[in-house]
T-cell receptor, first 115, second 109 residues
Framework: DSGVTQTPKHLITATGQRVTLRCSPR?????VYWYQQSLDQGLQFLIQ???????AKGNILERFSAQQFPDLHSELNLSSLELGDSALYFC??????????????FGPGTRLTVL | EDQVTQSPEALRLQEGESSSLNCSYT??????LFWYRQDPGKGPEFLFT?????EEKEKERLKATLTKKESFLHITAPKPEDSATYLC??????????WGAGTKLIIKP
């Protein structure tokens, strides 16, 4: 158990809908990262938040957005869903107080199925 | 352009047959190299961090090494439960993490 929690575990929805994925980082970690992993594909970095502020952006679609709240939990919002958005979505957290402490610890993921 | 390449894409071994996985990288200003293990449908599990050439780390049957151009994950006398995809990631001078595509390791009993 990495200490990172994600809810829900599974999500089934229809095209055009909007969903919200939630992540709670490990105690003491300030950074939250979101990744997408499609079937048999590699990890695609979406976005990073550090202590409430956006720090880095990857291949995140304009239909997707995220935020990190004062208690450091984060939410990833996916809207106007398409079939191709079906994937595993992972959240990871790291301390990031100094550049040396930068191992990321991953949550169990949310499996999104768009029908 | 910063790049991380893992080889082979897949590796099938017999139980007890030792081997190595490779992660080669071209990044400006390495800030760390990370190895993870991922089981199907699960989140990646952190294994090792290496920071400088010559550094080595071990955990059970796994040993990670680092040179200026590549890292190796050596697996000694593997067991079926070592079957997983092994991911390598490199942090560049901007502290951005670049992921390899992974090596799928299958250990047959």
């Amino acid at each position: 158990d990495s200490g990172v929690t994600q809810t829900p575990k599974h999500l089934i929805t229809a095209t055009g809908q909007r969903v919200t994925l939630r992540c709670s980082p490990r105690s003491g970690d300030l950074s939250v990262y979101w990744y997408q992993q499609s079937l048999d594909q590699g990890l695609q970095f979406l976005i990073q938040y550090y202590n409430g502020e956006e720090r880095a952006k990857g291949n995140i679609l304009e239909r997707f957005s995220a935020q990190q709240f004062p208690d450091l939990h984060s939410e990833l919002n996916l809207s106007s869903l398409e079939l191709g958005d079906s994937a595993l979505y992972f959240c990871a957290s790291s301390v990031d107080r100094t550049p040396a402490y930068n191992e990321q610890f991953f949550g169990p993921g949310t499996r999104l199925t768009v029908l | 352009e910063d790049q991380v390449t893992q080889s082979p894409e897949a590796l099938r071994l017999q139980e007890g047959e030792s081997s190595s996985l490779n992660c080669s990288y071209t990044v400006s200003g390495l800030r760390g190299l990370f190895w993870y293990r991922q089981d199907p449908g699960k989140g990646p599990e952190f294994l090792f961090t290496l920071y400088s050439a010559g550094e080595e780390k071990e955990k059970e049957r796994l040993k990670a090494t680092l040179t200026k151009k590549e890292s190796f994950l050596h697996i000694t006398a593997p067991k079926p439960e070592d079957s997983a995809t092994y991911l390598c990631a490199v942090k560049d001078s901007n502290y951005q993490l670049i992921w390899g595509a992974g090596t799928k390791l299958i250990i047959k009993p």
